[in-house]
């Protein structure tokens, strides 16, 4: 079994910044993609961002500029680095990995989720 376990997130006053932690464990022989993803009250759940085992990245226009992803991939760890938080980033945050169980299929990991509110 894999399991997701993320941490770092809370409440936050506007601007302020908040650095999210997942890391990987159980049965984990590699990890292809890792990505974050958020869902706020009454939305779908949407991507944040994105890295490949590559290192490739991918934000949402709305984290662009803000939030930096990264991966220790020795860790099975992925992070996310949000700054200049808004209201409008309130959600709760989850984490996702993709996970091969043969040369062509994986499976999506997700996090239980944490929660991240910007207020003041």
């Known amino acids: 079994q894999v399991q997701l376990v993320e941490s770092g997130g809370g409440l936050v006053q506007p601007g302020g910044s908040l650095r999210l932690s997942c890391a990987a464990s159980g049965s984990v022989a590699s990890i292809n993609a890792m990505g974050w993803y958020r869902q706020a009250p009454g939305k779908q759940r949407e991507l944040v961002a994105h890295?490949?085992?590559?290192?490739?990245?991918n934000y949402a226009d709305s984290a662009k500029g803000r939030f930096t992803i990264s991966r220790d991939t020795a860790k099975n760890a992925v992070y996310l680095q949000m700054n200049s938080l808004k209201p409008e980033d309130t959600a709760v945050y989850y984490c996702?990995?993709?996970?091969?169980?043969?040369?062509?299929?994986?499976?999506?990991?997700w996090g239980q989720g944490t929660q991240v509110t910007v207020s003041s």
């Open positions: 996702n990995a993709q996970i091969p169980y043969d040369r062509t299929y994986y499976t999506d990991y």
């Open positions: 890295i490949s085992s590559g290192g490739s990245l």
